[in-house]
């Protein structure tokens, strides 16, 4: 197959999959593995390598956010962005000590059953999200904001967020969900979900070219430099969509429905894993 398709497609699946739960470098396993023809280890290297796309989207998004959070640094005059500080540096710790754990251990056992099962439980945990929004909203529970978290629920997100370096685990379905079952309202789970992997898979894509270099070398030698420059711009264009539309989608009283219609995405792509 012309490697400029290939290119394409491994960019619009990694645009797509990083901001819904399914998993993003599951997906590009799958497909990296099937047009590429690389193993499973080969191709689960790639799909954390090819989050670079997906996380320049995330930058250029909220590079308000990053500019406040880089100013709070030397000028604390802004609380919000002070707390943001510091959820970012303690869901990144967090997520550096257990993802690299999970990832040094799993890397050469990935198969299809490892994918699928956490997947389809990722999505039941979602279709409970929408449960705990609906019947919050009956009873007018006041919903927190990031003013009202606290260390020990960035803590949490960090966890979430380290064990989505799991296969089939998704990252944005592990940390929005830990957010919303920890109180957050969803626009402000969505978006704090968007931002947390910005430093953190920075330094899985670090981790991933440290430990698994032949993998890596392999992988970028099937699609060539050109080939996978544009997967990157193809990823950030699609991302930039997606973030603006699930945000946009989150605000609205019809995100008990997202947040469902992700569940049932989560097990049917879980499903279909098991059996690829």
Do not use: C
């Amino acid at each position: 197959m012309d490697y400029i398709l290939v290119a394409v497609l491994l960019g619009i699946v990694q645009g797509i999959s990083e901001w819904l739960p399914i998993s993003s470098k599951t997906q590009i396993l799958l497909v990296s593995s099937f047009l590429l023809g690389l193993s499973f280890s080969e191709a689960y290297a790639f799909g954390l390598f090819m989050e670079i796309g997906t996380i320049f989207a995330a930058i250029m998004y909220f590079r308000k956010e990053i500019w406040r959070v880089i100013r709070v640094i030397f000028k604390r005059d802004d609380k919000e962005a002070l707390i943001l500080l510091k959820y970012l540096v303690v869901v990144t710790v967090i997520t550096g000590l257990v993802g690299v754990r999970v990832y040094l251990f799993i890397e050469k056992l990935v198969t299809s059953a490892i994918i699928g099962i956490p997947m389809i439980l990722l999505g039941i945990v979602l279709l409970i999200d929408g449960l705990v929004i609906y019947f919050s909203r009956r009873k007018h529970t006041p919903r927190k904001n990031i003013k009202e978290l606290t260390i020990r629920d960035f803590i949490i997100v960090g966890l979430a967020q380290g064990l989505a370096a799991l296969p089939g685990v998704s990252r944005s379905g592990m940390t929005t969900s830990a957010l919303i079952l920890l109180g957050v309202k969803p626009e402000d789970a969505f978006r704090l979900s968007f931002i947390a992997p910005i430093p953190a898979a920075l330094g899985a894509i670090g981790v991933t070219v440290l430990f698994s270099k032949n993998e890596v070398t392999i992988a970028l030698h099937s699609i060539n430099m050109a080939g996978l420059g544009l997967s990157m711009i193809v990823a950030t264009v699609i991302s930039l969509l997606f973030i603006n539309a699930l945000l946009r989608f989150a605000r609205t009283k019809r995100v008990i429905v997202l947040v469902s219609v992700l569940g049932i995405l989560a097990i049917m792509s879980g499903v279909m894993s098991i059996f690829i």
